[in-house]
Structure formats: C-alpha cells, structure tokens
C-alpha cells in the first residue's frame, strides 16, 4: 500500500479521535461543577476525575484533545527517538559484537509513519466520544470568561460553580532578526516534516532541542545545536550536562556551547544563519531550523480580567500553592501556571485541584515530589533537590554517586556511560534528591522518588534486593556506600586487616 495513503489513514484516525470533523457541541446545562477549558493532560485527567466524582462537568479544547503531549510533544517525540535509537545501534553494531551496518541509511518517512500509528493508537485514550460516553460534556472552540462565573465558547455560554484554567503552553517565538522570513520549525511543525532535512540546526539547549538535535542526528541529518550558554540542561548539574554534549558529539552532532543565533538570511534556497561565540563570528547554511527557546503560557484570548483572574505574560495564571486563582471559584493546573512543565505534573495537580475544589481539600503542589528526565542517550533524570540547592537553604549534604562502568548490567550492556548520585541529609539517611544519567535513568528515578515520597532512607534501600543484574543496581550500591559510612571504626580495621 502506498505510504502516504496510510500515513493519512493514521493521521485521520488520531483526528477522529481527538478532534472529530461532524463533532455537535452539546446543548449547556444550566450550571456544571465544573468548566475545564484546555483538553491537554491536565484538562483530561481533571474532567475523568470530576465525573468519576459524580460532577456535572464540561471541557472546552479549542484544537485536539490530548494537547502537546498526546498530538505535538512527549508522544511523538519518543516515537522518533525509539527509532532513531535503533540506527545508532545499528551502525554501532561492531560494538556489540555484531556486524556493523555501516551504511545503514535512515528510512524517515517510514520511522515518522511509525510515529502516525503509535499517536493515532494512544489517541483512543483521549477521544471526545470516550469523555462524552463517560458524561463529560465536550465543547469545541475557543473558551473566553464571560465573568466571574461562566465561560463562553461557540455561542453557548457555560455556568459554573468552579472552573480550572489548563490552557497549557506554546513556543516561544525567538526574536532573531530574518528568522520569521527564512522560516523556522518548532514542536508544532517539525512532526509534521515529511522528508529529513539533510542540514538541521537546533536552536536552544534545554530538553526539547537536546532531545530531537540527537534523534535527527541519528537520522542522519547533518545536525548542529546551539546554545547561548556554555552548557545544555542549564537546571542540571553541571557532570550530568557535560556528560550529555559528549554523548551528541558522538552522534555526530556538532556542538556550539556559548553561542548565539544573530541573524538569518535565504540564499540559493539555503537558510545561513549568522552565530556569534563571544567574538569570534562564523556562518553555517542549513536547510531547516528548529527552535526550542522556552515556552510561553496560554492566557491570551482567555478574557481572564472579566473573570478577576491574575496573571502574568510569562509566568502564566497566578495560583497559590492550593491551586487557586485570584477568583476563588477558578482554579489553574498544568504548563499555564506550573514551573515544572510536564505532563506527569499537569496530571498531578489536576488531582489536586479536583480535591480542592470539588472535596473541600486541602492538597499543595509544595508537598509533590517530582522527578523529570530528559530522553536523551543517555537519559538525564532528576528528583529532589540539587547540592547548590541543598548549600543555599543551609542543609548539610552529602553524596554516594556510582558511576555505571561499576555496574555489572550496564557493562553487559555496553551502556556504561553515566552515573546514579544520590544526596542525603547529612548525619542521616534521609534522600534529599538524585541525579542520574544512564541509559535507563528514567525508569530508574522512579524508585529514589519512591522512597522519597514513603520515606525510605539509604539504609533501607541498602537491604532491598534488587534482581542481579540489573542498572537499578546502581541506587542499592550507592545505598551500601552509605551505609559503609555507618560501620564504627574498629570494624572497619577489622576488615582492612582481613583484606
Ligand atoms: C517536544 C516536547 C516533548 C515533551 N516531552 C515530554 C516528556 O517526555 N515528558 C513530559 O512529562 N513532558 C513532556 N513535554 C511537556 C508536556 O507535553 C506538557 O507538560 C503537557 O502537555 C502539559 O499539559 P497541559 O494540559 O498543561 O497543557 P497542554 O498539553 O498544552 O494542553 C493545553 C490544551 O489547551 C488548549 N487550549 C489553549 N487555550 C485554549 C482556549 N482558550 N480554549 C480552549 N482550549 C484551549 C490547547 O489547544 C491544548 O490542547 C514535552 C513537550 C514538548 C513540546
């Protein structure tokens, strides 16, 4: 079958789902529990959770269900970095043993079609006709308050008894002369590329860029990424961050830390792209750009003062640490109001909000523990607090870190590159944060975030068995490093004299 022709098919089918061509928007009830307006994770997880209550509940989106994460974000970008993975594997084969497939071409159209298939399957989950058949009322169009208690979209207009703002975020536009002229990709088109662009510069260091600067390197793409300060991931410690800018120039990928973006001009049908690192100016020709600059929240085009809701244009809806807003009926979750944007924190504090403003509950977004991670190769995670975090709030800190070339299952692996850090309160066993960079440090943090959250200390975490071998191991050696720190001195002695 040709391949456009089931490219679309998937294309439509994910539409169908999320953004039905005949939708009809429901005739308003009289007054719902709750108005949700943005259909992102946050939206979602909040309008399950309401009805679930027993809520009378309404949801506006005014494109596709699932927001970034399902139609522009996580999904996708996993998808294409699972694939590309694969031809870094393959043309790494003689590592393993194997033989090397050296001239292992990328096949992009197919790994984006493959990419159209798994957004279209995961788009069930997130379907109109599936809310509605669980009693949400799915309205599409733009929502714009219309006063303190309603919102209006399409004509009809929505009474409330409380309302959650989760409008989400978008990109931020970099402001580089001759760059609006030349065009430029970002989150919101570069899925829908449908040849590899055979010169791609990234513009921004942070996970976006990181992230799909390795996938279209892998792919093949001639790739360069440039970032203005001298290191990527400017949140992570600095080890974790100059270990991932080895990892992409082993990609192939040319690397310009400390490096600006100042000018953009066409010529020949080629994008030249003016770059200044300090003072040294130099020019590279490429065929696409793609930006990853920040995000912006959405609060534009919400009408937010007829609601007496307070925000601001960069740091979103202003919410306290329960989730409400300026207007006490109106509560914000996810990207437009968080500072840890995520999807697995938009659905934590859609949860919250659901308890606080339909159960009278007393839930804070301070009490979240929250891990992230960038999905790089290798993997870049995080969970609690940073040493220079733990130094400027005065609490003493110390760190167990193993490298993974001292974990049997990463050497097994060949994915030795990488470490597993832990910081503990000192004088205790008490977790205070973990870094983590490994092949798999995302499914890893989840156990330091675990014992986080239920309060399990190194010591416990020294007498779990983890199954032989496997990377995990790397937190239980890090738990026995610190509990090598509590055997007193004369046994200490002991065993050195024992050898
Ligand atoms: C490339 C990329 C990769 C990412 N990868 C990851 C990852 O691996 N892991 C992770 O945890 N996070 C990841 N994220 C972040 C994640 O996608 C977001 O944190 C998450 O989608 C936020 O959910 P949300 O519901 O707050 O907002 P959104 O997902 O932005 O959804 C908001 C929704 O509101 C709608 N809307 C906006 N204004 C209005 C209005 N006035 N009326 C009606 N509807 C409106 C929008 O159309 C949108 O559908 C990634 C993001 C990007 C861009």
């Not at 937010?304 to 960069?314: F, K, P």
Request: hydrophobic share 45%.
């Amino acid at each position: 079958m040709d391949d456009r022709i089931e490219q679309s098919d998937f294309e439509r089918q994910r539409l169908d789902n999320v953004r039905p061509p005949a939708w009809l928007n429901p005739r308003p009830h009289a007054l719902y529990d709750l108005v949700v307006i943005g259909g992102g994770p946050a939206g979602l997880v909040a309008c399950e959770f309401a009805v679930e209550l027993g809520a009378r509940v309404a949801l506006i989106e005014r494109d596709a269900l699932g927001g970034n994460c399902l139609n522009v974000g996580c999904i996708p970008s996993k998808a294409l970095i699972r694939t590309a993975r694969l031809y870094a594997e393959m043309r790494s084969a003689g590592h393993f043993g194997a033989r090397a497939i050296e001239t292992a071409r990328a096949d992009f159209p197919a790994a984006m079609e493959r990419m159209r298939r798994i957004r279209a399957r995961l788009s069930r989950g997130d379907s109109a006709a599936r809310l509605a058949e669980a009693g949400v009322d799915v309205f599409y169009g733009d929502g714009a308050f219309g006063g303190p208690d309603c919102v209006d979209v399409a004509g009809s207009r929505l009474r409330f008894r409380r309302a959650l703002i989760a409008t989400g975020a978008r990109p931020d536009t970099p402001r580089i002369p001759g760059l609006a002229e030349a065009g430029y990709l970002t989150n919101e088109s570069v899925f829908d590329l449908t040849g590899l662009p055979p010169r791609l510069l990234v513009i921004g260091g942070g996970p976006l860029g990181c992230e799909l600067a390795q996938a279209f390197g892998r792919f093949g793409a001639r790739t360069t990424i440039a970032q203005e300060i001298p290191l990527f991931l400017p949140k992570e410690e600095r080890d974790a961050a100059q270990l991932l800018s080895e990892a992409l120039a082993r990609d192939g990928i040319e690397v310009r830390l400390n490096t600006e973006a100042v000018r953009v001009h066409v010529e020949n049908g080629a994008k030249i792209v003016d770059l200044v690192s300090d003072d040294y100016h130099t020019q590279i020709a490429v065929d696409e750009i793609l930006t990853g600059v920040g995000r912006v929240p959405n609060v534009a085009g919400l009408n937010l003062e007829a609601a007496g809701v307070e925000y601001d244009a960069v740091a979103g809806v202003a919410a306290d640490d329960f989730l409400r807003t300026s207007n006490r009926r109106i509560y914000a979750a996810g990207d437009v109001t968080l500072a840890h944007a995520y999807t697995h924190t938009a659905d934590a504090s859609a949860r919250i909000v659901v308890r606080n403003a339909l159960l009278r509950g007393r839930a804070r977004v301070s009490a979240l523990t929250i891990p992230w991670c960038t999905y790089t190769d290798p993997e870049i995670a995080h969970v609690g607090l940073y040493v220079r975090e733990a130094r400027e709030r005065d609490i003493p800190v110390r760190t167990f870190t193993i490298p993974m070339h001292d974990v049997d299952r990463a050497i097994t692996d060949g994915e030795e590159r990488g470490f597993v850090k832990i910081h503990v309160h000192d004088h205790s066993d008490r977790i205070l944060g973990a870094t983590i960079v490994a092949r798999h440090a995302g499914e890893m943090i989840n156990e330091i975030t675990l014992a986080m959250v239920a309060g399990i200390g190194l010591s416990t975490l020294a007498r779990v068995i983890h199954a032989y071998p496997t990377q995990a191991a790397a937190i239980r050696q890090a738990a026995i490093a610190y509990e090598r720190t509590r055997v007193p001195p004369r046994k200490r002695a002991m065993r050195a004299r024992a050898g």
